[in-house]
């Protein structure tokens, strides 16, 4: 007999999905169904962000909703963790806990639909239940962060850097490869920081020793024979130490670096690191030994205090760093973030003109980086078939956040089908290809 049926609504980043993957595994395991609709279900889990104020709203939003349609609502996620909040809005939730929090929402659960069942009784994939596509899923390294930029408030949610073990990483992207995974997306908070909490500590998998950092986790990642892609890779001088193994087919030639802005004064305010000039010549490096390295970033504008000379030296940062794919937004309050106390905020209309500027110059630049693609044969994995063509990626596009490589309609490929293709056009965010 089934436990109860729960629905699930998942908000936020990666690493949230994450977060839900593992809740529902959990509800899996212990004989829940996970019910599609909020109709028939015994109760609702809204998993929650309050990363901006547009999330939160979007996360109050949410909790609304299933209330009126269901009624019996656990938040969790990143806003639970202003309970006080969501209580305030709703009062009438079921239970409120913060991020990562499974057993605290399981306790929630067992509280107001308790199971019926003998859960070791139970069988779930060894991989786990997940949100993804059957062909990638996200494998999240670590928890929280040790960084305290003014913008953000994470870490009063995750709180500081707590690394999981090495071995207990490596296994579940093991289970995720023998599940047909093709293709794993290492995420965290901060990816390359994975192992200063445990001072780089030693553990084991399949009997040899590893290192918990993340040069020895990409080097071992990379003989599971599948895609392997990083993202939030901060900076930090050992990231050097990946290029080799980009060179060797170890891990994709991908990086996603979140740069923020390239004025030193804002960067000092932001409490980023970052010299400008070393920045622009470790890229140049990079590109030298992998002249195909694709790098992905995110920046701010309109950050307090900048002014048009800031902004000026970001457009001239951008001219010259000739990034493959960039996300930015203008500045948003967040409630609890240091950054609201600066002074020279910045006007909502500056902000705007900021950030269309910003994204005009940087659709000629990632545009200009697609048209040097067509030509390259490369090998791309299929995310779906539809409307006459088939929508695929190669190593230089990450799913969600960056374009398709687009080929004619192909009877034989499914999603989660690996082929070659030349590149035959650009757009201004998607390739055209042809299978060979």
Not at 173 to 188: C, F
Not at 408 to 416: E, H, I, S
Request: with cysteine; hydrophobic share 40%.
């Amino acid at each position: 007999m089934a436990s109860g049926r729960i629905g699930f609504v998942s908000l936020g980043c990666p690493k949230a999905l994450v977060d839900s993957e593992r809740i529902i595994t959990q509800l899996r395991a212990e004989g829940y169904e996970i019910a599609p609709q909020y109709e028939g279900a015994d109760l609702v889990v809204v998993n929650t962000c309050g990363f901006i104020e547009d999330a939160v709203t979007e996360s109050l939003d949410a909790i609304g909703e299933a209330m009126a349609e269901n009624g019996k609502v656990i938040v969790t996620g990143c806003l639970g963790a202003r309970a006080d909040d969501v209580r305030k809005a709703y009062p009438g939730v079921l239970a409120v806990t913060g991020p990562h929090a499974t057993e605290a929402v399981m306790k929630a659960v067992h509280e107001h639909l308790p199971a019926e069942h003998d859960p070791f009784m139970d069988l779930v994939p060894p991989q786990g239940i997940k949100l993804t596509p059957r062909h990638y899923a996200y494998l999240k390294i670590s928890e929280g962060c040790n960084h305290r930029c003014s913008f953000c408030i994470i870490p009063s949610f995750r709180g500081d850097l707590v690394s999981r073990p090495v071995g207990d990483v490596l296994q579940e992207a093991e289970n995720l490869v023998k599940a047909g995974v093709r293709e794993l997306l290492v995420i965290s908070q901060d990816t390359s920081a994975y192992g200063v909490d445990t001072k780089y500590q030693t553990g084991f998998w399949n009997g040899k020793p590893v290192k918990t950092r993340i040069t020895e986790l990409a080097r071992e990642l990379g003989q599971l024979g599948v895609w392997n892609r990083l993202h939030y890779v901060y900076p930090y001088p050992h990231v050097d130490e990946l290029i080799p193994l980009m060179e060797q087919g170890l891990i994709l030639p991908y990086l996603d670096v979140p740069f923020q802005h390239a004025s030193t004064r804002i960067l000092k305010a932001m409490k980023r690191p970052g010299d400008v000039d070393k920045v622009l010549q470790r890229i140049h490096n990079w590109r030298s030994v992998i002249p195909e390295l694709v790098i992905r970033s995110t920046f701010i504008v309109g950050f307090p205090g900048e002014t048009e000379d800031d902004f000026d030296r970001l457009l001239e940062f951008i001219a010259e760093a000739e990034l493959d794919r960039v996300g930015a937004f203008a500045y948003s309050p967040v409630e609890g973030a240091a950054a609201n106390a600066l002074p020279n905020q910045v006007a909502e209309e500056v902000k705007a003109e900021r950030l269309a500027r910003f994204m005009e110059l940087q659709e000629q630049v990632s545009a200009e980086r697609l048209q040097l693609r067509i030509g390259d044969e490369v090998q791309v994995i299929v995310d779906s078939v539809g409307d006459g063509h088939v929508y695929a990626r190669s190593y230089a596009e990450a799913p969600d956040v960056d374009g398709y490589v687009v080929i004619p309609d192909d009877a034989t490929l499914n999603p989660g089908d690996v082929c070659d293709v030349r590149i035959t056009g650009a757009g201004m965010h998607d390739l055209a290809g042809e299978r060979l």
